[in-house]
């Protein structure tokens, strides 16, 4: 049986072993994956962000794209009105007059043919510039930034007859028109892109480059709208006077400009594919005229403090228009503050809690690979606007979250194994000791047999030898028939208790065992258990003394009584066969709940670690082998399992100046 134990043993351990090693690796699995799952967030929150401000950037885009060219102007005429030749044309004043700012666009520009630079804000006059001289100074920085940073872009930074030619192939398709973005800074916008696809960042799990191609001009066609020939040639007349009556720059301004009034731009060459020929007398002559808007295109120039900018240069719209053989530009210049107020606003719609977030230029990418290495910044996303990029760093508000959420698993993890540890140990203890109990108790049943078997052939051998030599009439004494007899009669009485031991127990084990409880005096019944046992008490040489108490009347059960006494006084015969003092007093006596029933031998006692063990069935103090007292182990165990029925315990205390007490209480009311 130990050998299974063994076996057994060894299996449930290497199962534990197993089971905690996969917990720990799923604990592992589990904390890689809260890291992903906030990475997810991160990466969730950037791509959010970039659908916002691409939506954002579409929405401007397509607002500027459809926005009439006469918004350029400082003045216009209405398209709905009807012209006459006896009736002037209404003039209204710019729509983007009045301020420099238009969303995302800021200082709208118109270039000419010619190489003016003209903004809806030119008509302030000398008398209004006290009004507003803070308009009238930005408008005028403005052209001068126009001047100094973009045209010469347009122009090809080439002097003399060599400028470039900015309108050649003004309607050529979309997938063949050259960019005007000038080379250098052409390739300095590549090799920042490269450098941001490149870039660590971008191949990092921590972060990745997202693209917003809001700006492509390949997304965008150009428009053809006609428009009244009296409705165009006023505008042209209009804005041309109100330009000719301008106040003149200043000396310094007009060095700064680096533009001519007078400076003659080659005039548009004739290309090839769908571009415009030359217009016929009649076509001139028509009374609509069609419009052609071309498609906005960036252009990264440098200067007013480029190198601040997070695009690394300004960032200019510009798109080309055609009425008839006239071709000029338009545009604005994009306003970052504005835009990176865009990003903030749509960052801080989708930002969760838990998350911070700012806003960097491609100048510090590599520093934000080196802050997510260095855990400061949890998620870089890189937005390309094609034109330059802006880098978009989520922190984590809390750095210790996932750390803390690790010891939370772990901490769990190594409860929930402590428990299971513990169940284990103490289920393989309990196995161990329920197998040993299991042991010990099929020796006990061995040892009952053989003591059973003991127990009943003494009195069976007695009682044959009896009746044999009472059948053969060998005795003829009176004396020694009524001894033989009597003899005969006591062992019948011993077997009787034997068996009814054996019987008792069989019932209180398979709950079988019925009580009648009767309303009686318990001292009566001891008296007569007494006087039924004295014989065999004295047969042995004992003394049988009485001290019962007055008051001996409860409701108990007097089969249960009988075979309480019965076996205390037994049991005191048995092992105090060698004392010197052969008495054995049987007292009651009774306090507020119980009756107590003593029976006081002068034997050798029963040691402490014993008391206890002594009330186990089947147990005997002595080894069966070479044990010299009669009995099965089941006489002190009733003892008990009476007492407990009767709401009551039994106990044992010692005795003066030797041997034992064996003390049952019966409760006074059950």
Same mark, same amino acid.
């Given at each position: 049986?130990?050998?299974?134990?063994?076996?057994?043993?060894?299996?449930?351990?290497?199962?534990?072993?197993?089971?905690?090693?996969?917990?720990?690796?799923?604990?592992?699995?589990?904390?890689?994956?809260?890291?992903?799952?906030?990475?997810?967030?991160?990466?969730?929150?950037?791509?959010?962000?970039?659908?916002?401000?691409?939506?954002?950037?579409?929405?401007?885009?397509?607002?500027?794209?459809?926005?009439?060219?006469?918004?350029?102007?400082?003045?216009?005429?209405?398209?709905?009105?009807?012209?006459?030749?006896?009736?002037?044309?209404?003039?209204?004043?710019?729509?983007?007059?009045?301020?420099?700012?238009?969303?995302?666009?800021?200082?709208?520009?118109?270039?000419?043919?010619?190489?003016?630079?003209?903004?809806?804000?030119?008509?302030?006059?000398?008398?209004?510039?006290?009004?507003?001289?803070?308009?009238?100074?930005?408008?005028?920085?403005?052209?001068?930034?126009?001047?100094?940073?973009?045209?010469?872009?347009?122009?090809?930074?080439?002097?003399?007859?060599?400028?470039?030619?900015?309108?050649?192939?003004?309607?050529?398709?979309?997938?063949?028109?050259?960019?005007?973005?000038?080379?250098?800074?052409?390739?300095?916008?590549?090799?920042?892109?490269?450098?941001?696809?490149?870039?660590?960042?971008?191949?990092?799990?921590?972060?990745?480059?997202?693209?917003?191609?809001?700006?492509?001009?390949?997304?965008?066609?150009?428009?053809?709208?006609?428009?009244?020939?009296?409705?165009?040639?006023?505008?042209?007349?209009?804005?041309?006077?109100?330009?000719?009556?301008?106040?003149?720059?200043?000396?310094?301004?007009?060095?700064?400009?680096?533009?001519?009034?007078?400076?003659?731009?080659?005039?548009?060459?004739?290309?090839?594919?769908?571009?415009? &020929?030359? !217009?016929? +007398?009649?076509?001139?002559? =028509?009374?609509?005229?069609? /419009? %052609?808007? *071309?498609?906005?295109?960036?252009?990264?120039?440098?200067?007013?403090?480029?190198?601040?900018?997070?695009?690394?240069?300004?960032?200019?719209?510009?798109?080309?228009?055609?009425?008839?053989?006239?071709?000029?530009?338009?545009?604005?210049?994009?306003?970052? &503050?504005? !835009?990176? +107020?865009?990003?903030?606003? =749509?960052?801080?719609?989708? /930002? %969760?809690? *838990?998350?911070?977030?700012?806003?960097?230029?491609?100048?510090?990418?590599?520093?934000?690979?080196?802050?997510?290495?260095?855990?400061?910044?949890?998620?870089?996303?890189?937005?390309?606007?094609?034109?330059?990029?802006?880098?978009?760093?989520?922190?984590?508000?809390?750095?210790?979250?996932?750390?803390?959420?690790?010891?939370?698993?772990?901490?769990?993890?190594?409860?929930?194994?402590?428990?299971?540890?513990?169940?284990?140990?103490?289920?393989?203890?309990?196995?161990?000791?329920?197998?040993?109990?299991?042991?010990?108790?099929?020796?006990?049943?061995?040892?009952?047999?053989?003591?059973?078997?003991?127990?009943?052939?003494?009195?069976?051998?007695?009682?044959?030898?009896?009746?044999?030599?009472?059948?053969?009439?060998?005795?003829?004494?009176?004396?020694?028939?009524?001894?033989?007899?009597?003899?005969?009669?006591?062992?019948?009485?011993?077997?009787?208790?034997?068996?009814?031991?054996?019987?008792?127990?069989?019932?209180?084990?398979?709950?079988?065992?019925?009580?009648?409880?009767?309303?009686?005096?318990?001292?009566?019944?001891?008296?007569?258990?007494?006087?039924?046992?004295?014989?065999?008490?004295?047969?042995?040489?004992?003394?049988?003394?009485?001290?019962?108490?007055?008051?001996?009347?409860?409701?108990?059960?007097?089969?249960?009584?009988?075979?309480?006494?019965?076996?205390?006084?037994?049991?005191?015969?048995?092992?105090?066969?060698?004392?010197?003092?052969?008495?054995?007093?049987?007292?009651?006596?009774?306090?507020?709940?119980?009756?107590?029933?003593?029976?006081?031998?002068?034997?050798?006692?029963?040691?402490?670690?014993?008391?206890?063990?002594?009330?186990?069935?089947?147990?005997?103090?002595?080894?069966?082998?070479?044990?010299?007292?009669?009995?099965?182990?089941?006489?002190?165990?009733?003892?008990?399992?009476?007492?407990?029925?009767?709401?009551?315990?039994?106990?044992?205390?010692?005795?003066?100046?030797?041997?034992?007490?064996?003390?049952?209480?019966?409760?006074?009311?059950?």
């Amino acid at each position: 049986m130990y050998k299974r134990l063994i076996i057994l043993s060894v299996i449930i351990l290497a199962a534990l072993c197993g089971l905690v090693w996969l917990g720990y690796h799923s604990i592992q699995i589990r904390a890689q994956g809260l890291e992903g799952v906030r990475l997810g967030e991160f990466a969730a929150v950037a791509e959010q962000i970039r659908q916002d401000v691409k939506r954002k950037l579409d929405e401007f885009i397509q607002t500027e794209q459809e926005r009439p060219y006469t918004d350029y102007l400082y003045y216009y005429v209405p398209e709905n009105v009807i012209s006459s030749q006896q009736q002037q044309l209404p003039l209204l004043r710019s729509p983007l007059a009045g301020r420099l700012e238009h969303g995302l666009a800021y200082g709208n520009f118109q270039i000419e043919p010619d190489g003016n630079i003209t903004t809806p804000n030119d008509d302030i006059k000398q008398g209004e510039r006290n009004l507003d001289d803070k308009l009238y100074t930005e408008a005028l920085s403005n052209r001068i930034n126009v001047g100094n940073n973009l045209l010469p872009l347009l122009n090809g930074k080439i002097t003399g007859s060599n400028k470039l030619n900015i309108y050649r192939q003004a309607e050529a398709a979309p997938e063949t028109r050259p960019k005007v973005t000038d080379q250098v800074e052409l390739t300095r916008n590549e090799d920042l892109k490269k450098k941001s696809e490149e870039s660590k960042v971008a191949q990092s799990q921590y972060g990745r480059a997202l693209s917003i191609e809001s700006l492509q001009s390949q997304a965008q066609k150009t428009q053809v709208m006609p428009q009244k020939r009296s409705v165009v040639e006023q505008n042209i007349f209009s804005n041309t006077a109100s330009r000719a009556g301008r106040a003149p720059l200043s000396r310094e301004n007009q060095g700064d400009l680096q533009i001519r009034d007078q400076a003659e731009l080659p005039q548009p060459q004739a290309a090839q594919g769908n571009v415009s &020929q030359p !217009l016929s +007398e009649r076509e001139r002559q =028509s009374e609509t005229v069609q /419009v %052609r808007i *071309g498609p906005f295109e960036t252009i990264v120039a440098g200067g007013d403090n480029a190198e601040e900018s997070i695009f690394g240069g300004q960032v200019f719209l510009v798109r080309h228009v055609q009425i008839e053989d006239k071709y000029f530009w338009q545009g604005f210049q994009l306003n970052e &503050q504005k !835009l990176i +107020e865009e990003v903030k606003e =749509s960052a801080s719609k989708f /930002v %969760r809690e *838990g998350m911070s977030i700012e806003l960097a230029s491609t100048k510090t990418i590599d520093a934000a690979y080196a802050a997510t290495e260095n855990g400061d910044i949890a998620y870089s996303a890189v937005l390309d606007f094609l034109f330059g990029d802006l880098v978009l760093n989520l922190k984590e508000t809390n750095p210790d979250w996932i750390n803390k959420q690790k010891i939370h698993l772990r901490n769990w993890y190594f409860s929930i194994i402590s428990v299971v540890l513990l169940a284990v140990t103490l289920g393989l203890t309990g196995l161990w000791r329920s197998a040993r109990a299991q042991i010990k108790l099929a020796q006990k049943k061995d040892d009952f047999i053989s003591a059973v078997s003991h127990e009943l052939r003494t009195p069976l051998t007695s009682i044959r030898m009896y009746s044999e030599m009472l059948e053969k009439n060998w005795i003829k004494s009176e004396d020694k028939l009524a001894e033989y007899y009597k003899n005969m009669r006591q062992e019948t009485e011993r077997l009787s208790r034997l068996i009814e031991n054996v019987l008792d127990f069989s019932r209180i084990q398979r709950g079988r065992k019925k009580y009648t409880f009767k309303i009686g005096d318990v001292n009566k019944c001891i008296e007569d258990v007494i006087k039924m046992i004295k014989p065999y008490a004295s047969q042995r040489g004992f003394m049988i003394k009485t001290e019962l108490g007055r008051d001996g009347k409860i409701a108990f059960d007097g089969d249960a009584v009988t075979q309480i006494v019965v076996n205390l006084i037994d049991n005191a015969i048995k092992y105090a066969h060698d004392a010197e003092d052969k008495t054995v007093t049987v007292r009651t006596r009774t306090d507020k709940q119980f009756i107590l029933i003593e029976v006081e031998d002068h034997g050798p006692g029963v040691p402490h670690q014993q008391r206890k063990k002594i009330f186990e069935q089947f147990y005997r103090s002595e080894a069966e082998a070479t044990r010299d007292t009669t009995g099965t182990g089941l006489g002190l165990a009733l003892v008990k399992k009476f007492a407990q029925a009767h709401n009551g315990f039994v106990e044992i205390v010692s005795a003066k100046p030797t041997g034992a007490i064996f003390r049952v209480a019966l409760a006074i009311r059950v």
